[in-house]
């Protein structure tokens, strides 16, 4: 992996961690008085963005499910023991699961495919 390409992944991680955190603190949103966890969307675009082009940038399964592996320990880390002792997310909400389920599933999803472009060829 040449420096650049270092560089670009540095930036997709950084950009996984702050998606992360983003959509955790924007996920309690309200339309009006009905609750709107848009933030479950964008995760389930952005994560699969970033593990696709983590896997152009070097086809192996460490590198291209780094972005994935922030993501998913910063919702970890960030929504249990949050700034201040806080928990973000709450345990028995179905804006969790969605959050979770939208970032996780579509980004393993794109490890999968990046995976089996590499075997192929």
């Known amino acids: ?23 955790l603190l924007f996920l309690p949103s309200y339309l009006g008085s009905v609750q709107f966890p848009i933030t479950a969307a964008v995760a389930a675009v952005t994560t699969p963005l970033l593990v696709a082009e983590a896997g152009r940038l070097a086809p192996h399964r460490g590198v291209a499910s780094a972005p994935l592996l922030v993501w998913f320990a910063t919702v970890f880390a960030v929504g249990m023991f949050g700034p201040g002792g806080d928990i973000v997310l709450p345990g028995n909400d179905w804006r969790t699961l969605l959050l979770i389920v939208g970032g996780a599933l579509p980004g393993a999803m794109m490890l999968g495919i990046v995976l089996a472009r590499r075997a192929r060829g």
């Open 1 to 23: 992996m040449r420096a650049a390409d270092r560089l670009v992944l540095g930036f997709l991680l950084l950009d996984a961690f702050l998606l992360a955190l983003i959509e």
